[in-house]
C-alpha cells in the first residue's frame, strides 16, 4: 500500500486532528485537583500515544521524517485494544466501576473507547503493517505498562483520597480501592496476559494478510 498516497494522506490528518483533539481538550478541561490530573487514567495514557503515533504516521505519508516508528504504532494500538476491553468490560459489568457517579460525556466515551482505538489499528495493520517484526515491541509494550501501574500504585494512590474502596483509597479506577493488593497484582498482570495476546493476534493477522497480497 503507497502509504503516500493521498486517500492514506487523508486518513492520517482525520486520524492525527481527532486525536490532536481530544488529547488537548482532555489536558485543557480535565480536573487537576486530583494528583496526575487526566493522566491517572490509562485512557488518557493510551489516547496521548494516539497523538504522538498519529503525527509520525503522518509525517511519514508527507516525507517528513524517515524513522518508521513501528514499535510506536503497534504498542500504541496494542494499549488502545486494552483500554476498549478494560472499559467495556468493566461499563457492562457496572458503569460505575470506570466512570463513578459522574459518568463521562457520550461523545468522548465513544471517541476514547471506541472510534479512536479503532482509526489506530486500522493505520498499525492495514496501512502501515507494523506488525511483521512484532517481537520488537514486547518489551517496550511491557515496560510501558510496568510503569503506568508503578504510577497508579506508588504516587496516584499515595497523593489521592478518592476513589475510595473497602481496602483503600486514590487507585484511579473505583473498583481496583475494593481489591487488596494480591488481588490488584493478579488483575495486572492478567491485562499484561492480554497485551501480549492482542499483539500475538495482529502479528497473525498481519502475517495472514501480508502473506496473501504477496503471494502469486
Known sequence: MDIHGNWVKSYRWITFLLAAGYFLYQIATSDYSKA?????????????MSFYSASRMLA????????????TAMVT????????????????????????????????????????PALQVIDALFIARV??????????????ISLYILWAELFVQR???????????????????????SGRAVFYATNIGV????????????????RRRVMP
Open 77 to 116: 494500538a496494542v494499549v488502545n485494544v486494552m483500554v476498549v476491553f478494560l472499559y467495556w468490560k468493566l461499563y457492562f459489568t457496572d458503569p460505575l466501576l470506570v466512570g463513578g457517579a459522574d459518568g463521562i460525556v457520550w461523545h468522548q466515551q465513544y471517541y476514547l473507547h471506541l472510534l479512536g
Open 131 to 144: 506488525f511483521r517484526r512484532f517481537w520488537t515491541a514486547v518489551l517496550p509494550l511491557f515496560g510501558l
Open 159 to 181: 497523593f489521592n483520597s478518592t476513589p475510595t474502596g473497602s481496602v483503600t483509597s486514590g487507585l484511579p479506577y473505583p473498583f481496583l480501592n475494593s481489591l487488596e493488593l
Open 60 to 71: 511519514l505519508s508527507e516525507n517528513r521524517i524517515t524513522r518508521l516508528h513501528t514499535n
Open 195 to 210: 497485551a501480549v495476546a492482542v499483539l500475538l493476534i495482529f502479528a497473525g493477522i498481519n502475517y495472514v494478510t501480508f
Open 36 to 48: 496526575g490530573g487526566p493522566f491517572r487514567f490509562l485512557t488518557i495514557w493510551a489516547l496521548g
